[in-house]
């Protein structure tokens, strides 16, 4: 049977990077609970593309509609090099629930 008939919505991640999170591959990831998102498989993860226009880098995804995520940002492939707060605090997860269009803005201020 197909699952044609589930309604989808789109997700956007936008990352913006604070002057002082610089990167050390200039790649940016995101890896999260869904397989869309890497299931928290770093070898998975979803590269952000850089979009200079905004000077952000984003990422697209399509989900059922109501689907709750959970992500974290990566700088390159690895959890060594996972986002950190304002004051290089840890974070919790970024969860969201897709609804339609969902735009999530993430500010990145350091990484491990």
């Known amino acids: ?3 044609s008939n589930v309604e989808t919505a789109m997700l956007k991640i936008v990352v913006k990077l604070a002057d002082n999170a610089k990167l050390d591959q200039n790649e940016l990831y995101v890896v999260g609970n869904h397989d869309k ?3 928290w498989d770093v070898e998975k993860a979803i590269k952000l593309k850089y979009v200079k226009s905004e ?3 984003s990422a697209f995804r399509r989900f059922p509609l109501g689907t709750n995520v959970e992500f974290k940002v990566l700088n390159a492939k690895s959890w060594n090099n996972v986002e ?3 004051f290089t605090e840890e974070i919790r997860n970024h969860n969201i629930t897709v609804n339609e269009k969902t735009l999530v803005v ?3 201020y350091h990484w491990n």
Do not use: F, T
């Open 1 to 3: 049977m197909s699952n």
């Open 37 to 39: 998102l890497g299931n």
């Open 106 to 108: 993430i500010d990145v």
């Open 55 to 57: 000077n952000a880098y």
């Open 84 to 86: 950190k707060g304002i």
